[in-house]
């Protein structure tokens, strides 16, 4: 505001407001580092700083989505590899039967059933609350859980069909088996709805996949009824969940009465070659989710350094050189010191000396 008859007084005044106002820009930005508070602070450089921000925040994001992508399939290895130990060992077991070393009927029974509702669970098992052999469902459990895999038509309907094994009719023993482990129909398949649907495609059911860049994804997610990344071959279900389930379940249903029966050998090896065929798939099932892996590996390290090489153009743009900007707070801090001692010495001339 000027005062009237100090003309002198009223600019000096103003000129160490202005450069009151100059020092605190010079000392946010050397605090700060930064050139501007907002984007229009920047002047001709502000449309560039825009399309690096969203350029950086892009790859940011999708550094980060693949980082979490590489997580979800490295825990579905760890069930993956939990599964194929089971195939394996089960397997193992049944051609132990009868042997030298005491394995019975009833104690591989009895271990095959405990798998059993081991795999059931394995496989409605979940990745931050999403089920990973759930396909495009990744909300409900996809087969029946271990308190009830036990009572699903599949189950009871293979102990029906060993219980009429005799002499003769081994090989149409196995054939019921088998229909009984690829149908999808309600009440005898052990999956979900969805997943029955789904498998006679009568829904959709994309893979869960994790997105790259522009469109490009990277499959990552798996089927409890069906294989993903590999196929089943021979004489089995055509999934090597399917093959694992009822391979467990002919173990499961055996009794010590049906070992009389000269078929009982093919049973048990029909069993056991199921399980085999099932740890194959599963070996091959975790070799291609490892194979996306190691490119979600790769993508979320190429972000990462692009958005790194981004962050530094970024801050060429909207940041300023740290001995510069203490250099310029030195200069305006001086200015500033010297304006407020001209003002005081205005300040200080009386009326007589002014007159």
Known sequence: MAISGFSGFSAAANAASQMR????????????????TTYAGLGADAGKAVDLSAQLAKRTQLSTIASNGEARASYTQVVLTRLSDIATEMASQASKIGS??????????????????????????????????????????????????????MFTGIGDALANLNDSNASDVIASVLNLATSNAEGVSPFSSFANQAAESEVDDARRAVPTENGASIEVGLYANRNASTASSGSTTGSWARDMLMGLSMLANMTSSQSSSSGFASVTAAAASALRDASSGVT????????????????????????????????????VDPAEAYLRLTETQTQLQASYKALSMIGNVSLVNYL
């Open 21 to 36: 106002a100059r020092f605190d820009e010079a000392s946010r930005i050397a605090t700060t580092g930064e050139r501007a």
């Open 100 to 153: 030298a070393d005491g394995t019975t009927v009833e104690m591989v029974a009895a271990n095959a059933r405990t798998a059993l509702e081991e795999v059931a669970g394995l496989l409605n098992e979940r990745y931050q609350g999403e089920a990973i052999f759930g396909g495009s469902d990744l909300e409900n459990d996809p087969v029946a859980g271990p308190g009830q895999i036990t009572a699903t038509g």
């Open 284 to 319: 091959d099932e975790a070799g291609a989710l490892g194979m996306a892996q190691s490119r979600l590996e790769a993508t979320a390290s190429w972000h990462k350094d692009v958005a790194t090489q981004v962050e530094i153009q970024l801050g060429n743009v909207t940041n």
